[in-house]
């Protein structure tokens, strides 16, 4: 075993080997400083023992990030962010010696649908081969799995959920979404060789927004609405967020969010802080002392969407998974009167005490997230954002659905205690329950137990929202 690099500290990377350079992608310090992007390395192939010389293969430009990088034999392919959006392009190598601007390698951006929100590529398991695989997410799109050749710069969808094909008409035509506002549907008339990415835009509109939260600083929102349906202050909407272990949100499509668009809901993605939607510094701003960011940027996305008319005032709900269930209910007990409606699934509740058990599962990883209770400072800062600790008195909450069940990291008693001291502390209005649903069955694994719960939660969004 060979040493080729060593970092000054935690960071991510990932080494390539190609023709006698190895390849560095990584996040690490550079110069002593830390860095917000990842940034590409390499270094000649050195049998001896002398230390590798590590230089940077591009020059550094901050309007286009790069997220990703996959190597073959002849092509290097790039992942890239400018401004929100994501691009493709692949690179001939090798590559000229010394730092160069991208554009200098003459890179072949491939076609991508429109509003990208997440390229994952493939095994791509064949280094000879010129053809990759990559997945494309938007959320106007459902996934599909792409196939494309670097030598021509052709593409093939090689599996994607097809709602325009014939057989599906029933499904996804005038059958399910006719006369919702009055209006058919003219989904069924689209056929797919004219759509070869099946996209929803003709039926869907999704739009990018900067909404700026109570610091200043620019957070990403991103709504998604039926054309059919007028953009005006009666809708409802659902505020998605997570802002956690700087993973990005989850924009993709999903088919279970078409019976609330089609019903005129706005579903809006709140991109918060502590997330990974804007590289290192936008994870870090929204972590451990800072967390309480996150949960103004989601409070703040929420005013946007009301103050905007884009939601009517008293019909706008929330939606958070795992720690994004944090965020929202943490966004609840400071703003109960924003939110008509929430939905909070396996959700991180009890914060303070969770934290003080090193022996529950996955609780050490979670100190570098949100602190570690033992000291003091941080103790008080979890105190200060934690949902158990700080549910309002005698004031009107929205109404909640929680489910929870006994196969997750986050304990069910957690969302069982928090249940119970939102009854006893709130006042109790029939017409906003707060619900617990408890399953002793992993429902991610389970499609049929998804597809339930996925029912269950649009059916109480809509008879609490719209009732």
């Known amino acids: 075993m060979t040493l080729v690099w060593e970092s000054g500290g935690p960071c991510h990377c990932i080494v390539e080997h190609h023709q006698g350079y190895l390849f560095l992608f990584t996040d690490a310090t550079k110069d002593g400083k830390p860095v917000n992007n990842h940034y590409l390395l390499r270094s000649p192939v050195n049998p001896s023992n002398v230390p590798a010389t590590w ?64 390229i994952s590529p493939g095994p791509n398991y064949d280094y000879h081969s010129t053809t990759m695989r990559f997945t494309i997410s938007s959320p106007v799109m459902p996934d599909a799995v792409v196939d494309y050749d670097l030598s021509t710069g052709m593409w093939n969808i ?75 202050n009666s809708k409802p909407g659902l ?86 269930g944090l965020l929202v209910a943490s966004a609840i007990n400071k703003c109960p009167g924003l939110f008509r409606a929430a939905v909070l ?17 996955l609780t050490a990883s979670d100190y570098e997230e949100f602190g570690y209770p033992g000291d003091i400072d941080d103790f008080q800062a979890i105190r200060e954002y934690s949902p158990y600790d700080n549910i309002p008195k005698d004031v009107s909450f929205p109404g909640i659905l929680v489910t929870s069940s006994f196969s997750t990291r986050f304990g069910v008693w957690e969302a069982a205690k928090w249940v119970a001291r939102v009854r006893e502390n709130t006042i109790y209005e029939p017409k906003r329950p707060i619900l617990l649903n408890l399953t002793t069955d992993i429902v991610e694994e389970n499609r049929y137990l998804h597809c339930k719960e996925s029912a269950l939660e649009t059916a109480f969004l809509i008879k609490v929202v719209d009732s």
């Not at 991208?102 to 929100?117: E, G, I, R, T, W």
């Not at 029933?170 to 006719?178: C, H, N, P, R």
């Open 345 to 361: 699934k396996v959700p991180f509740l009890d914060a303070t005490n969770t934290l003080l058990h090193p022996i529950l599962p």
């Open 158 to 232: 090689i599996q994607q959920q097809n709602l325009l094909h014939e057989r599906t008409r029933i499904l996804y035509g005038t059958a399910s979404s006719a006369n919702i506002q009055g209006k058919s549907s003219s989904m069924t008339e689209v056929k797919s060789e004219n759509n070869p990415w099946n996209e929803l835009s003709e039926f869907y509109a999704c739009e990018h927004h900067e909404v700026p939260s109570c610091d200043g600083v620019v957070v990403p929102l991103t709504i998604v609405y039926s054309h059919t349906n007028k953009k005006d």
């Open 55 to 118: 230089e940077n293969v591009f020059v550094d430009d901050e309007d286009s990030v790069i997220e990703d990088v996959d190597f073959s034999d002849k092509y290097l392919v790039l992942i890239l962010r400018k401004d929100g959006n994501y691009r493709i392009c692949s690179v001939a190598l090798p590559l000229g010696k010394g730092q160069i601007h991208l554009k200098q390698a003459n890179p072949c951006f491939l076609p991508l649908p429109n509003f990208v929100s997440q």
């Open 239 to 324: 505020l998605h967020g997570h802002g956690a272990y700087g993973e990005l949100l989850d924009k993709r499509w999903r088919s279970e969010l078409k019976s609330l668009l089609d019903r005129g809901w706005v579903v809006a993605y709140a991109d918060v802080r502590g997330g990974g939607g804007r590289g290192r510094s936008w994870y870090h701003d929204g972590r451990n002392k800072k967390k309480c960011n996150s949960i103004e940027d989601y409070i703040s996305c929420a005013r946007f969407l009301i103050d905007r008319e884009m939601v009517h005032e008293n019909k706008l709900a929330g939606w958070g998974y795992s720690a994004g």
